[in-house]
């Protein structure tokens, strides 16, 4: 088990322009604002979405892809470093009109209608994610 802790830096809370790439957006904001280590949630709506499946036979994504309105419905995520620059990792839970839900891993090509962010920039030694050959995924290191 990997176990680290870190303190609140602060708090920042914002929202993205509509049209803009959730993912990017996200990735732009961290850089932008230095967090090296964070958790964030996300409320809002989007245009559409691009949502992976890991499939861990194949060790690789599906992709879902939903080309209608969505609600946000719940996203959560981290920030934390790859190659020494910030790394974004997030899930979302989107609904449709009759309030069907889907969800997964976030993906470049889900584009913003409205997104509010509260993203917590934490302190301490920031954790690095490397790729794990046995689930082919960048994780952070089990300690050992
Ligand atoms: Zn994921």
């Not at 602060?10 to 509509?18: D, H, T, Y």
């Not at 979405?49 to 992709?63: E, I, N, P, V």
């Not at 997964?104 to 209608?113: A, D, I, K």
Request: proline letters at 4%; charged letters at 30%; aromatic letters at 6%.
């Amino acid at each position: 088990m990997l176990i680290r802790e870190f303190r609140p830096r602060r708090w920042i809370l914002g929202r993205l322009e509509a049209g803009r790439d959730l993912l990017q957006g996200l990735l732009d904001l961290a850089e932008e604002q230095e967090v090296r280590v964070g958790a964030f949630t996300l409320l809002g709506a989007l245009t559409q979405a691009r949502l992976g499946f890991y499939d861990q036979k194949k060790k690789s994504y599906r992709t879902l892809e939903l080309d209608r309105h969505l609600e946000i419905s719940c996203g959560v995520g981290n920030v934390s470093l790859r190659d020494g620059r910030p790394a974004v990792h997030c899930h979302l839970v989107v609904s449709g009109e009759d309030g069907e839900c889907w969800g997964g891993h976030l993906l470049e090509g889900t584009v913003v209608f409205a997104c509010e962010f509260a993203l917590a920039d934490l302190e301490g030694e920031p954790l690095e994610r490397r790729l794990d050959p046995d689930q082919g995924l960048a994780l952070w290191p089990l300690p050992g």
